[in-house]
């Protein structure tokens, strides 16, 4: 699928990126090039110190910010495929610095589609995220923005052979940022401060993150936000997963959290269908027919609403420990 393509990953310093990159490289060694685009030099050089182009001399390392037009183009020149990985998407800072996100999460988005458009680009994958649907908080709304922005793409790409689509999931097991190695840390000090005690989230591992993308880049036609079929877990959950003998302090949502995320509304259950181990959300105007059968899939029921808080999957305490063993760290020990 990947060989003798040339690939984009914007943001590709991040958790996302580095993963994508490693699973890339062993699985299709005859990769033509893998250019890493992002703004931090300090990551590009970390990077470059595990992937390096010495060792692997399809790597490439790009600085720029998917703001900048002009460079970002650039960037696209003789490039395949793109993942849009990059992104703010820290909800309390995006509640205070809403315009920085608003820069970079929609205006970056336009960007990646016009550098697609400009060059002689077959794919583009867009990752989104669970707070996009029906979204209450700043960052959640610039990325249904930005979804929207790469979905109407494929309205505009003319005769071009392009596919613009987006995959859509919940909390990454162990990203930069996430609750795993949070509570991990705190449970150091014996207090683990949780938002709410019945507070949800979907919960996906990072390499299954990367195979959705790796299907979304083989399978998708254009048009489609995919969602996988994946368990929840409770907040509380984790915590006592990770430290059973610690202190619960409750210390209030956050502004822009929800109780529960969701990943497709009722209202988006008449554009849904369904097959194997995915949801796809359509355009509104999509010939449901046409993706029906591609996917060999059957439409949801009307009403239908995917939310962690009443998804039929849940993680235990024990799945999750073995989970974070697996994914996270393997000598994890319960505290």
Known sequence: MLNNKSVLITGGTGS???????????????VKKIVIFS????????????????KYPQ??????????????????????????????????????NPDEFIKTNIGGAQ????????????????????????PINLY????????????AANN?????DLRFSAVRYGNVMGSRGSVIPF????????????????????????????????????NAIGGEIFVPKIPSYKIETVASAIAPNATIEDVGIRPGEKLHEEMITESDSYNTIEFDKYYAILPSDANKIKYLTHFDGWEVPKGFKYNSGTNTEWET???????????????????
């Open 111 to 134: 960007n990646v589609i016009d550098g697609a458009l400009s060059n002689n680009v077959k794919v583009v994958v867009a990752l989104s995220t669970d707070k996009a649907a029906a």
């Open 156 to 160: 505009i790409k003319g005769k071009r």
């Open 39 to 54: 703004r931090d030099e300090l990551k590009q050089f970390e990077m470059s110190q595990v992937f390096s182009e010495t």
């Open 317 to 335: 305490e024990e799945t999750l420990r073995e989970k974070i063993r697996q994914f996270v760290d393997p000598n994890f020990k319960v505290l």
């Open 183 to 218: 509570f991990r840390e705190k449970a150091k000090t014996g207090i683990i401060p949780i938002t709410h005690r019945e507070m949800t989230r979907f919960n996906i591992s990072l390499e299954d993150g990367v195979e959705m993308v790796l299907w979304a880049i083989e």
């Open 16 to 30: 996302f990126g580095k993963k994508f990159t490693e699973i890339i490289l062993n699985r299709f060694p005859d």
């Open 59 to 96: 790597m490439r390392y790009f600085l720029g910010d998917v703001r900048d037009n002009a460079r970002f183009r650039r960037a696209c020149e003789g490039i395949d495929v793109i993942i849009h990985a990059a992104a703010l998407k820290q909800v309390p800072a995006a509640e205070y």
């Open 140 to 151: 959640g709304a610039t990325k249904l923005v930005s979804d929207k922005l790469f979905i």
